[in-house]
């Protein structure tokens, strides 16, 4: 199935880094002192922060507990958690990420807290000035910040800060794992809890559509999703916004077809591709039926979803069967994350079908 959008980064993310370091005004023209911020300078004042892309150690951006109100977007801080959200270097460098708006956070909690050992830490909840704790975020034991709408406004991302009251910053969650392409030694054993279905992403490009197959697979109870090189960040702020928070909550590994073929050999999985058919094809392409689902009920698979702008890459066209969605329409495609939809509620584990 065939698809449009732009090209955004790679797969694998930066090593942790060294430093963070600010450029201080007493410096001399010729001469520029770098020091480091501590906590009690993080008030609300005008200072230029320059955050190298490699920086580490999150203590240097940790709010003191006696910080209960922030005003003003020069703030180090706000600083920080802006870069979080526009950096996907930066994001995973520092391990956090953003995430913006009540339901979210509400689902990534409760979530969280149902697990027998827990998969995400809540670092600093941001709240909207003069509005009441929204519910179900009163319960959660953590740093509470006052921000102004103007600072909300500014993290948030959105043109009217009023639809928005909380912003969490968040680790990002254990059950992410990004391996590096060249690592051949990997334990495929401790990627996912349950590897009956496993929904793999070959390249998706469009945050919406990563963030929307996240939470669709999520809501069919799909053991876990495996990125290949190509996708974008599924913790970018559209994918975040898109799979609402989903990323929290659903194993994620990010790695190679070798990764992808290590895992499949493990566990004798079938891999299955959606494409979008054709008459031009020098393979057979399957039909997506009930009976072709009856068939894989017990198989463990994983189902390959290619990107909005080539579709399949060659790899998957090449070890893959494909399958088509039949159509009544004359349409060349469908797209990749309402493809994705019919795939996972027809191929989910069979004692989750309600229809």
């Known amino acids: 199935m065939q698809y449009t959008y732009t090209a955004w980064a790679p797969t694998t993310y ?13 410096s001399s023209a010729k001469t520029q002192i770098p020091i480091r911020y501590s906590a009690h ?24 507990y006696y910080v209960k109100n922030i005003t003003s977007t020069s703030n180090p801080f706000v600083k920080h958690c802006l870069k979080l959200r526009q950096s996907s270097s ?3 460098s520092h391990g956090s990420a953003l995430v913006v708006g009540t339901t979210p956070i509400r689902e990534i909690y409760n979530f969280n807290r149902s697990l027998q050992e827990r998969t995400v ?18 319960i959660i034991s953590t740093h509470t910040v006052r921000v102004s709408s103007v600072v909300m406004k500014k993290l948030s991302g959105v043109q009217s800060s009023e639809s928005i009251e909380a912003i969490a910053l968040m680790k990002i969650p254990t059950s992410f794992l990004s391996i590096d392409v060249n690592q051949k030694e990997a334990d495929c ?8 279905r496993i929904l793999v992403l070959d390249g998706i490009q469009d945050p919406g559509n990563l963030g929307t197959l996240l939470r669709t697979a999520m809501a069919f109870k799909w053991g876990g999703v495996f990125l290949l090189p190509g996708c974008c960040d599924p913790f970018n702020e559209k994918a975040l916004r898109a799979s609402r928070g989903a990323c929290f909550q659903l194993p994620i590994v990010s790695g190679s077809w070798y990764h992808l073929e290590v895992l499949k050999d493990e566990f004798q ?18 039909q997506l039926s009930q009976e072709l689902v009856d068939s894989f009920a017990g198989v463990p698979l994983c189902l390959v979803m290619g990107s909005e702008g080539r579709g399949l890459s060659e790899e998957s066209q090449r070890v893959c069967e494909l ?12 797209n990749v994350s309402v ?12 004692t989750q079908r309600f229809i």
């Open 339 to 350: 493809a994705g939809g019919i795939f996972l509620y027809m191929l989910q584990p069979k």
């Open 14 to 26: 930066p090593p942790l880094p060294k430093i963070v370091t600010v450029k201080s005004k007493l």
């Open 41 to 64: 300078e993080y008030s609300n004042n005008n200072d230029n922060i320059n955050i190298n892309d490699d920086a580490d150690d999150d203590r240097k951006f940790a709010l003191p």
């Open 121 to 138: 830490r809540m670092d600093c909840l941001l709240l909207l000035d003069k509005v009441e704790v929204p519910e179900g975020l009163d």
């Open 323 to 334: 399958v088509t969605i039949p159509m009544q329409g004359e349409f060349e495609s469908l």
């Open 269 to 286: 999985m079938k891999l299955l591709a959606g494409h979008a058919g054709g008459n031009e094809e020098p393979r057979p392409v399957l």
């Open 90 to 92: 930066y994001r995973h």
């Open 189 to 196: 054993r401790s990627w996912f809890p349950s590897i009956h």
